[in-house]
């Protein structure tokens, strides 16, 4: 069955990095497209990061544009999110994600807190 796992979440200070990773299983990682979405408290999920297949072709959500990279290693099924220049208002749990014939699968989610 298809399976995300996401980890590399933490707590980190205003300025700092973390580096995301979603490990993927169950499908054929190359072929679909990946995404990186965030919930913040009270609010709705909404997507970071989105990732094409063969073209690698990225696209972000405005508020994370020139902070966050996302990138993707088909070899070990592993999409990844580096965030740098964190701010306290990408508090989050941050979710990856696929849509595999019209049908959405979430992992877990990683928890990121930008605090000093």
């Known amino acids: 069955q298809v399976q995300l796992v996401e980890s590399g979440g933490g707590l980190v200070q205003p300025g700092g990095s973390l580096r995301l990773t979603c490990l993927a299983s169950?499908?054929?990682?190359?072929?679909?497209?990946m995404s990186w979405y965030r919930q913040r408290p009270g609010e709705e999920r909404e997507l970071v990061a989105l990732?094409?297949?063969?073209?690698?072709?990225?696209n972000y959500a405005d508020s994370v544009k020139g902070r966050f990279t996302i990138s993707r290693d088909n070899a070990r099924n592993t999409v990844y999110l580096q965030m740098s220049s964190l701010k306290p208002e990408d508090t989050a749990v941050y979710y990856c994600?696929?849509?595999?014939?019209?049908?959405?699968?979430w992992g877990q989610g990683t928890q990121v807190t930008v605090s000093s």
């Open positions: 169950g499908f054929t990682f190359s072929n679909y497209a």
């Open positions: 994600k696929t849509m595999i014939r019209s049908l959405a699968y």
């Open positions: 990732i094409m297949t063969l073209s690698g072709l990225r």
